[in-house]
């Protein structure tokens, strides 16, 4: 068994980890037991009852944080031409063809948000080993394949807090909602905005219960069990 550290002990001395939190109750433990000397960032996890080994039954898509993640989010345009133009207009951090695909198979990844016109999806098709499990690759299937004229609406909702999910090969959902020192307010909004788009997009072959169990946590805290119900009954608005 791993053993905890002292920090994480004294965190988590005196919670109830076991029982099912609302998510207000969930951030205000997570508030009270922080102990790190910087912001840190807030996860939802979710464990979905689909079968990821059903090429039907794979999780996917995007949800919109009213409230975003908190940082500034750098978003690629892979364009060129007049493509290019309405990007850098739009305030794309980083618009490249040829040598921004050479620049990325050298090794640099240093953004966050992905976007390509579709004349481009050929040429970037090399790069999906690298930024395909960073879940950076432009994908039709996420919106972050774009037409041009699309480019200043897909970068404007990038850089306000739209962030991919997907289920991974052990039907969990991992992503983040926000940091630490948001407002209980705008953390259980933005969780509430994810779990909504989650279960709308479950696949019509998964039967019974879709999201079985869930946790908060933070970069250094404890996970707190949230309850399944009372999360789903939280009303976007």
């Known amino acids: ?36 000397k910087f912001d840190e960032t807030v996860e939802l996890h979710l464990r979905t009852g689909a079968d990821p080994r059903h090429a039907d ?5 995007v949800a919109m944080l009213p409230h975003g993640l908190g940082k500034q989010i750098r978003v690629v345009v892979f364009a060129n031409g007049e493509a290019a133009d309405i990007a850098k207009r739009a305030g794309a951090d980083y618009i490249g063809d040829d040598d921004l695909i050479r620049r990325i198979q050298d ?25 395909g499990r960073r879940g950076l690759m432009p994908n039709p299937r996420t919106g972050t394949m774009v037409q041009a004229r699309d480019l200043p609406r897909a970068i404007e909702e990038a850089k306000k807090g739209r962030v991919e999910y997907r289920m991974d090969r052990t039907a969990l959902i991992h992503v983040p909602v926000g940091k630490l020192s948001f407002s209980q307010e705008r953390l259980v909004e933005n969780v509430a905005s994810i779990v909504d788009a989650v279960v709308k997009s479950k696949p019509a072959s998964v039967k019974g219960a879709f999201i079985r169990t869930a946790f908060l946590t933070s970069s250094m805290g404890p996970g707190i069990r949230l309850d399944v119900n009372a999360m789903l009954s939280v009303k976007v608005e």
Request: aromatic share 4%; no cysteine.
């Open 1 to 36: 068994m791993k053993k905890r550290g002292k920090r994480f002990r004294d965190a988590i001395d005196g919670l109830d980890i076991d029982r099912a939190h609302t998510i207000e109750d969930a951030v205000e433990a997570l508030k009270l037991v922080s102990t790190a």
């Open 57 to 61: 039954q794979l999780v996917r898509g």
């Open 107 to 131: 090794g640099w990844v240093d953004f966050d948000v992905g976007l390509a016109v579709p004349d481009m999806m050929s040429k970037i098709g090399r790069l999906g080993r690298t930024l």
